[in-house]
């Protein structure tokens, strides 16, 4: 059984900086592809970043540039760092391991 824990979520001004954390608890495989997605209002889920072992990762093509994805696998931590956030990029925020899933973190992006 795995838990995943959101957290750092808020409110924060367009061109502001946010970073999100997961907590995993349980067996957590390092070589495991650990992942964010978020999901606006009446809108599907999409993935924002996922990271395997070391450097690799991979992004939504919307947010190259502005977020990094990393990990700390002693801790069984996954980041995400939010630059330059958008309205648009409003939703909620799920971390994700293999089929588990957190039960998000709200982001709110003012104008």
């Known amino acids: 059984q795995v838990q995943l824990v959101e957290s750092g979520g808020g409110l924060v001004q367009a061109g502001g900086s946010l970073r999100l954390s997961c907590a995993a608890s349980?067996?957590?495989?390092?070589?495991?592809?650990m992942a964010w997605y978020r999901q606006a209002p009446g809108k599907q889920r999409g993935l924002v970043a996922g990271?395997?072992?070391?450097?690799?990762?991979n992004y939504a093509d919307s947010v190259k540039g502005r977020f990094t994805i990393s990990r700390d696998n002693a801790k069984n931590t996954v980041f995400l760092q939010m630059n330059n956030l958008k309205p648009e990029e409003t939703a909620v925020y799920y971390c994700?391991?293999?089929?588990?899933w957190g039960k998000g973190t709200l982001v709110t992006v003012s104008t």
């Open positions: 994700n391991y293999m089929t588990y």
């Open positions: 349980g067996s957590i495989f390092s070589s495991r592809t």
């Open positions: 990271i395997t072992t070391g450097s690799n990762t």
